[in-house]
């Protein structure tokens, strides 16, 4: 008998027969000997729903002041959602019962709407397991030291899912939601993408932060330090398919050492359009520069991806970065208003319509001439490579968004993601 924890998205809860349908998979599950933890989402587009109202009634919000207050009203989506799954299930003659992050609980941070887990007591829902009940946990939401409740930020469920399954120690955590795995690249850009069977934890999490958006980072960030085996599956087959070929569906998300892992050189292509490119340009070219512009956007709270300094000339120098494109004007102004003048830097010049394109694959660490392969890809399709960053398995480009779709086929097509991996 193994401990199973499912986790399913808002799409998959998106209505009381899909609820039902996840009652009925789960009963199925429970039914073959295994004990089972459920996460789920709040329904499709609640959680926007909720958040909605509380804009409508304070459109001037500072950032934070009523952050406490968006916590315990966006919470209420995920338990709404369990207390139903919970119902869907009683209904089907199997026993459960559910709990809210604070009744567990889920220890958290007090860094409300993006909270961090720091412990879960497990003791509740071990008893529950065994005296035969199904178990669930609203996803996304924890408690503080005070007692408050806190969220975990936009994709949070997929962090919870994985930490109770690391806290419980359990055998796999299954990851429902509306496609039926990860892919080398999405297929609404490329059609000829083609599913994984495997990947590994360091490939999922650069395809994470690159811009894949089949799994939240936090999640595999959590996946990989406690070493919990992940599977991505559709919520959207028959739920009464064979329990032992639907163990076996969807994608695989484990260890590098596993022997069974595609040992493909490059698995994937992601891409990211949601970055702005800043430039500083005219910088005297002399320690702590980078510190003082760099510094002073931390400071704001506004992450930095992509960085490189050009060689100076004459003393000067330009340096130029990547943020998220939300916050684009806010880092501008911020350089305009107090690091150009303080510097004494010549201007600030920004593009906001740039993208980033990235492949991954764990098979680059011991093949020489992959960043060399894509960047003939992308002269051949004459594409401008403005900015390039790298690690051991991944080489990212920051080119113009317009040529995006073009870039992602063709280094699909370059490096053969199309065919199975040998």
């Known amino acids: 008998m193994a401990l199973i924890v499912h986790k399913y998205g808002g799409t ?3 209505s009381t027969e899909r609820i039902r349908n996840v009652a009925r998979r789960v009963a199925k599950w429970a039914r073959a000997g295994h004990q089972m933890v459920v996460v789920p989402s709040a329904m499709s587009g609640e959680t926007n729903r909720l958040l909605g109202l509380a804009k409508e009634l304070a459109p001037s919000k500072a950032d934070t002041a009523y952050n406490r207050e968006l916590d315990m009203l966006a919470a209420t989506g995920e338990q709404a959602s369990s207390a139903l799954l919970a119902i869907a299930l009683q209904a089907e003659g199997m026993e459960s019962v559910s709990y809210a ?5 889920i220890r958290t941070n007090s860094a409300y709407t993006k909270a961090r887990i720091e412990s879960i007591d497990d003791q509740k829902v071990r008893a529950d397991l065994t005296a035969g009940k199904v178990v669930i946990v609203t996803g996304f939401q924890g408690v503080d030291d005070a007692g408050h409740i806190t969220t975990l930020g936009r994709g949070g469920s997929d962090t919870s899912a994985v930490a109770v399954a690391a806290a419980m120690k359990a055998d796999e955590c299954l990851i429902y939601t509306d496609v039926d795995g990860v892919y080398t690249t999405d297929p609404r850009v490329v059609p000829e993408a083609r599913r994984l069977q495997t990947v590994s934890f360091e490939e999922m999490l650069e ?3 690159l811009g894949s958006k089949v799994l939240q980072i936090r999640s595999v960030e959590f996946a990989g330090k406690y070493k919990v085996p992940m599977r991505v599956l559709s919520s959207f087959t028959p739920w009464d398919i064979n329990i032992d070929e639907e163990a076996k569906s969807g994608t ?5 050492e596993d022997e069974k892992m595609e040992q493909a050189v490059v698995s994937g292509i992601a891409f990211n359009r949601d970055e702005a490119k800043i430039s500083v340009l005219g910088v005297p070219d002399k320690p702590g520069i980078a510190y003082q512009i760099l510094g002073a956007v931390a400071d704001a709270n506004i992450e930095v991806d992509v960085i ?6 004459d003393g000067k120098t330009d340096f130029s970065f990547t943020v998220h494109r939300n916050d684009y004007a806010r880092t ?8 150009v003048p303080a510097l004494g830097a010549q201007e600030v010049a920004g593009d906001a319509k740039i993208c980033k394109v990235s492949i991954v694959g764990i098979g680059m660490r011991s093949h020489v001439g992959i960043a060399s392969k894509m960047f003939r890809c992308l002269s051949e399709e004459g594409i401008n490579i403005q900015m390039i960053s790298t690690s051991e398995i991944k080489t990212s480009v920051v080119i113009d968004e317009k040529y ?7 280094l699909h097509r370059v490096f ?3 065919q199975p991996a040998a």
């Open 308 to 313: 490189i300094q050009n060689v100076s000339k």
């Open 404 to 410: 995006m779709e073009l870039a992602v086929r063709a």
């Open 12 to 14: 998959s809860m998106g």
């Open 101 to 105: 992050g604070w009744q567990v609980p």
């Open 332 to 339: 501008i102004d911020l350089l305009k208003d107090k690091v």
């Open 416 to 418: 053969e993601l199309d």
């Open 252 to 256: 695989l998300i484990t260890f590098e």
């Open 207 to 209: 395809m994470a932060s």
